[in-house]
């Protein structure tokens, strides 16, 4: 988030405060800024593109609570990730495809699952906002 920041790219949590987690509702960080509507999110992109902004928006999109991975579980493939990922000399490039075979195989496929949910729900959403700025 605070990269994000420093690059001037807006963060909008879709319908909610709190920054979600990859598999996860609620990373513990907060956004501050929320939007409730594609049509909201079609004025921000309006008045945007209007008053030249060249930077992107970020809308958060919680993955949806009946598609959630459980907040602990995750934790805890997670610190033993990162602890194998040393032991390992994994680093850079090659942690994120690493961690996400450690979560995939510890957790019998329930992230992929909740992956696979998440992409379909954010393709959604995206229709959704596309449609709205059309219509702008």
Do not use: C
């Amino acid at each position: 988030l605070e990269r994000l920041e420093t690059w001037h790219v807006p963060v909008y949590g879709w319908k909610t405060n709190d920054f979600p987690g990859f598999w996860i509702k609620d990373s513990g960080f907060d956004i501050g800024e929320k939007v409730e509507s594609v049509e909201e999110v079609a004025e921000i992109y309006k008045f945007r593109k209007t008053n030249d902004f060249s930077e992107s928006v970020l809308i958060a999109n919680p993955i949806k609570k009946e598609d959630e991975f459980d907040p602990q579980l995750e934790q805890k493939i997670l610190e033993k990730g990162m602890k194998l990922a040393k032991e390992q000399n994994i680093s850079g490039k090659a942690v994120t495809p690493f961690l996400l075979g450690l979560m995939h195989s510890e957790s019998q496929g329930k992230s992929l699952k909740a992956n696979v949910a998440l992409v379909k729900s954010n393709a959604q959403l995206a229709a959704q906002i596309a449609v709205a700025i059309s219509k702008k």
